[in-house]
């Protein structure tokens, strides 16, 4: 009885989530394959009074690719061909909030500031362009993540 116990504690310890065979880069925190949906949110600023917040919107699977620099999209024509590249349903969320700073503020700047596994913790906008902070990971992924910043200068 005792040897079954201790094989029986082993195995649970193996094979539990989080445990010594769980894959690599998976945590408890984030699954490895999530489903194509965004997470909006508020990125950091520089933290001088008056400067602008920039929006991170996040979506696994979402395909794009980083951008070198931020692109006005205050006209369809530029805000159409920044999505072109972006899952159909990302792309259309990433329209709904554009459109919305325009509306509330004027002129919109976006970029694509990162895909894969490590997303940004923070962004700033400096000039024209926007700033992000990407946390260090050696952390393998199933399915990268395409972070969009949207910033009002």
Not at 96 to 118: F, I, K, M, Y
């Amino acid at each position: 009885m005792r040897r079954h116990l201790g094989a029986l504690a082993l195995a649970s310890a193996l094979l539990a989530p989080g445990g010594l065979l769980a894959a690599c880069g998976e945590s408890d925190d984030a699954p490895a394959e999530a489903p194509a949906t965004s997470d909006t949110g508020t990125g950091g600023t520089d933290g001088t009074a008056g400067s602008p917040e920039v929006e991170l919107l996040r979506a696994s699977d979402a395909g794009g690719a980083v951008t070198e620099e931020a692109v006005e999209v205050g006209d369809e024509a530029a805000l159409a061909g920044f999505l072109e590249p972006l899952d159909p349903a990302f792309g259309a969320e990433v329209r709904a909030r554009v459109e919305t700073l325009a509306e509330q503020d004027g002129r919109v700047l976006a970029s694509v500031v990162a895909v894969g596994c490590a997303s940004p913790t923070s962004a700033r906008l400096s000039g024209d362009d926007i700033e992000v902070d990407l946390p260090k990971s050696d952390e393998q992924c199933r399915v990268p993540v395409t972070t969009v910043a949207l910033a009002v200068p």
